[in-house]
Nanobody, 126 residues
Framework: QVQLVESGGGLVQAGGSLRLSCAVSGRAFSNYVMGWFRQAPGKEREFVASISGSGSYEYYPDSVKGRFTISRDNFKNMVFLQMNSLKPEDTAVYHC???????????????????WGQGTQVTVSS
């Protein structure tokens, strides 16, 4: 069983930065593609970033490309999301997710991910 626990959310002004962390329990962490999703009030959950098991490949939607960076530490079973130049529209609950895939694969859709964290709130004030 894989468990994910996010941390690092909070309140930040527009233009500021936050770094989210996700601690993953379970075996063979590097076998999992890791992703971040977010859900704003009244909106559907949307994809934010994905990183391959090797850490060599990343993928972002246009809404966050150039501002957000996903990374992972396969020795510590951790995945991170560095968020810069934050905007009020980035306000949401951010969820970490794990899915099975090839060592150099990224995953973009919610059904591709098997395990989910509870989420951490990010609020960006204008």
């Amino acid at each position: 069983q894989v468990q994910l626990v996010e941390s690092g959310g909070g309140l930040v002004q527009a233009g500021g930065s936050l770094r989210l962390s996700c601690a993953v329990s379970g075996r063979a962490f590097s076998n999992y593609v890791m992703g971040w999703f977010r859900q704003a009030p009244g909106k559907e959950r949307e994809f934010v970033a994905s990183i391959s098991g090797s850490g060599s490949y990343e993928y972002y939607p246009d809404s966050v490309k150039g501002r957000f960076t996903i990374s992972r530490d396969n020795f510590k079973n951790m995945v991170f999301l560095q968020m810069n130049s934050l905007k009020p529209e980035d306000t949401a609950v951010y969820h970490c997710a794990a899915g099975r895939g090839g060592i150099n694969q990224v995953l973009r859709t919610q059904p591709s991910y098997e395990y989910w964290g509870q989420g951490t709130q990010v609020t960006v004030s204008s």
